[in-house]
């Protein structure tokens, strides 16, 4: 009798770590009794039947690297209920008993309604931003904000010989966790996030504040959700009259090889989504909570609300001058 099979597929926005969550989610299955199948390009790959058979070989020397070796699209057709009963199909044509599909959440959401469809999926949150809501971690977070911090360190090193204050853009297009525990662990004078209010007299204040008391050089960290740092930098430097850069970090926040933390998280995750399709369940998250990996209802997982740290943010406004 020909094997079940998985599928894997990773979708959204790259991050760091998808590769080993591949590895974890094609080594565990096959150990399982499963065939592997790599959905290439996310949704797209599966509407297109572009795949390739997963081995244990396929996905070795992959652990280490940034990127995700089965590609990553964004597939607008799949929010069509007509598009998901044609992905139905093709999973029976291709005897695939499920999905494991890796991404922030949009992709929970195809996977929610190929699960109503009939096609067991389980998601896993891929995404350097941090905002899923049902986990306290998401993979390719701290190698972003790692890279973050290694940039971070070297503008501050520009800075401090020319005396001015460095505005930084980072990723995250709807939140501020990039941003604020990177601006904590740089020790940013401020710190602008989508989730709080600012207020640019007080921070204009503050650089005059510490400039009298010897400061050489000033960090400001913007999450991209609050965008303006060039507006932000102008602002500053006629304010204070400090003179201001600011930098967009952009793409190369997505790169790079994981962290140890990324390729432990991506490894259990994996595992973890395997066995639940090994049980025949689907439309749940894998997610981390409490130190623990558990999993959650699709539409739960959805629901919930991410809080912002804000005692981190106080911490951060209370020491970083
Ligand atoms: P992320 O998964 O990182 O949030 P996107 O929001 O771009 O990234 O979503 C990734 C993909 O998930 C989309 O391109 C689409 O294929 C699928 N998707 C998003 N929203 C839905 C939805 N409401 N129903 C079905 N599929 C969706
Ligand atoms: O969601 C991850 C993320 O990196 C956001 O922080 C950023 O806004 C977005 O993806 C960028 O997406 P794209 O690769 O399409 O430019």
Redesign the pocket.
Known sequence: MEKKKIGVLT???DAPGMNAAVRAVTRTAIYKGFEVVGILR???GLLNSEFRTLTRGSVSDIIQRGGTMIYT???????EWEN?MRAKEICERENMCGIVAI????????AA?LSRAGVPCIGIPG?IDNDIQCSEYTIGYDTAMNTVVEMIDKIRDTSQSHERCAVVEVMGRHAGHIALSTGLACGATAVIVPEMPHDMDAIVSRIKEVRAMGKKQFIIVVAEGVGGVDKIAKEIQEATGIESRATVFGHVQRGGSPTVRDRVMASEMGYYAVELLEKGIGNRVVGYKDGKVYDVDIQEALSMKKPFNERRYKICNEINF
């Open positions: 979708s959204g926005g996310g949704y797209n699209a964004r597939c607008p057709e799949f929010k998901i991404g922030g959440d949009g992709t929970f959401r195809g309604d995404t």
